[in-house]
């Protein structure tokens, strides 16, 4: 058997996941003494809440450790709806407690798609969407806008319908909103357009709201329209990730679905994880269970101020708007034939980052690994320093590129 054989042939053309491979590199410059302006991970920094802490650690304390419900705890069930606003809408049986929204967004693909079965992505799809709907045997298909920049990577209602045409056997459309990594929001009228697009033609509507708590200006998220007729195409991804401080390692996510779906997704998880781990579910619970404070929200807007007035006329780059998430999405197309102090040419996005991280520590996500050349995603969930002295060394850098 020759070695690249000892592993299927799906998970032998996986990549390892962009921001892990981040994290590594972070590391290795840190070894060597180097200065580094991290804005590669998607992770909100700062403590973890006392009472998340506590919750998880007084689950230890008195032992609740033994297998629990598959689909999640009920009261945790029961409290992501009242979360969410939707307890008119659904009840706990259309809840799934998973380990972390990637496995809510692995159960739906599992759920629904048989093998070679059509899936839509909207135009910058998040790195791990293809992967796991590779690994549940459908067809990844990113659906394009006709203009790209024009349109700050949105797609449009008839975008939809044009994919949808030419692939007949498409079961889901996954929209990200608000979208990781372009932090573009769709409005509440595009959001319905597309909805309704994908009823009209019985087609799931995957709503991946995992950032929807960070809206910035004092806009809301726009819910989706739940009635007789959405409700058995709606699917909704969430999870504690994004939206509480340094909540990303407790791996818990869920996903809100019609009840055919949702029972598909319980019985699923009954053979593979039995559910996450109950001390996690718990320090979930604490999380949600009370008012949301959204401290978070108005530091991550002023960081976003911060480093909009710090990237002010940053040469050969083009900085889109950031009206949620925690990220910057620079179209850096304007680097592209330039030449580095060292005499190489910049010909991909790829290129641009690892100019960046070589030249000034500045550390990004390239376009690459969300399928769009052309682009940089940076965090900004991280030190007013680091975004003040990274702006700094980014400007230095990309100056010097002739
Ligand atoms: N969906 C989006 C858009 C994300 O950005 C992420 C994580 O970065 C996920 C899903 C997965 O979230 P989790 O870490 O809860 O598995």
Redesign the pocket.
Known sequence: MLDHERVSAKLAKFRPSL?LALKTLVGERESKGLPVYDFGL??TKGDLHPKIAAAGADAFTRGQTMYADPGGLPELRREVLRWLGQESHYGPHNVVIT???????FNVFLAVCNPADCVLFDAAP????QPLAVGAYAFPVMVLPLARSASRLKITPADLERNLDARPHTRLFLL?NP??PTAQLYDADEVEGLLRVCVQRRVYFVL?R??WRLVFDGNRFPEPRIDEHTRPWLIQ?D????NFRRT?GL???WSVAPDDVTKAMVNLQSHYTSGPAVPTQQAALAAIDHVYNDDLVRELEAKRDLLVEHSRALPHVDIWETPATFYSFWDVTGCFGKRTPAGDTIATSDDVAAYLIREAGVVTASGQAFMQDGYLRLSFATSDRDIVEGMKGARKALGQLT
């Open positions: 921001t998607g992770e380990t972390g929204a990637k496995q809510a967004l998040w790195v791990s969407y990200n979208v990781n991946d995992l950032y991804i999870g504690l990730s994004k990303g791996r818990i996510g």
